[in-house]
């Protein structure tokens, strides 16, 4: 039987062109115990084009002052960045443009601005990836390490890889290959010939790469409280220029 549970769904295609920020809400209409949950969405044309969907509850909590802050120390090192200052006119501005290239990528209108004030809180931790995902595409500078201020580490790590930043420090990147599933390389083997989707890694840079091989990856992890590797997927393997499949 169909459970019918208050709640509304944050839907974003999985898909080798994937949009991170293309969503749809929908409406659940129940969860069956087998786990198949019943949707009723407006517009089923994305949905007939992919055969995986990611599902976000989206969050209605109020925004803490913490993430406020967070979201505000991104924009200010974006404001630097853009014109060299980080009067709050300049924060002012350059947030209202951000905002409105995050609801131009989502296919939102203008008429879907948020406030940091009072946003739910899932909506801000959307913008908090997309503040992040510029900075990494741009190469920006954080008076803190970066991963202090991601929400969601997972995405961060994706977008690391996605950039070549190294996880920790935000330099260029090479791929190190997880000892914690197997997906460890060994010395001596070709790795342009190795299939790579699958494969746990983690973005690090040649500092960083080498400090890890000196410590167990766990110790490592928790020390700059990271999440487990990533597994590569066929669009980073192909921006990252490794083989996804044989020929």
């Known amino acids: 039987m169909f459970q019918i549970p208050d709640m509304t769904m944050d ?3 999985q898909r080798k062109d994937y949009n991170p920020y ?3 809400v929908a409406d659940v ?5 087998d786990g198949r949950i019943l949707l009723k969405v407006q517009d089923t044309s994305l949905l007939q084009k992919c055969r995986q969907v990611e599902i976000t509850p989206i969050d209605r909590r109020k925004l803490s002052g913490q993430q406020r802050r967070m979201c505000w120390a991104l924009i200010g090192a974006i404001a630097e960045w853009q014109g060299g200052s980080k009067a709050q006119t300049m924060k002012d501005m350059v947030n ?9 990528v989502a296919g939102e209108t203008p008429e879907e601005m948020f406030s940091l004030s009072n946003a739910p809180m899932s909506t801000v931790r959307e913008y908090q990836r997309f ?3 510029f900075i990494l595409e741009n190469n920006i500078q954080t008076p803190q390490p970066l991963h202090e201020y991601a929400d969601d580490l997972k995405h961060y790590l994706y977008s690391c890889l996605a950039n070549r930043r190294c996880c920790v420090c935000g330099k260029s990147a090479d791929l190190h290959h997880s000892n914690l599933d197997g997906s460890r390389v060994g010395m001596g083997r070709d790795r342009t010939q ?7 890694v983690l973005p ?16 490592f992890l928790e020390k700059y409280h990271l999440p487990e590797p990533i597994k590569l997927d066929k669009y980073l393997c192909s921006v990252l220029g490794v083989k996804a499949t044989a020929d």
């Open 29 to 33: 209409l129940g969860v069956a115990e």
């Open 131 to 133: 503040l992040i995902d």
């Open 22 to 24: 293309s969503r749809q």
């Open 194 to 200: 190795i299939i790579h989707e699958g494969l746990s």
């Open 96 to 104: 209202e443009a951000m905002k409105l290239d995050l609801l131009e």
């Open 11 to 13: 839907l974003s295609e």
């Open 204 to 219: 690090l840079c040649r500092l960083h790469h080498t400090e890890i091989h000196t410590m167990p990856e766990e110790d």
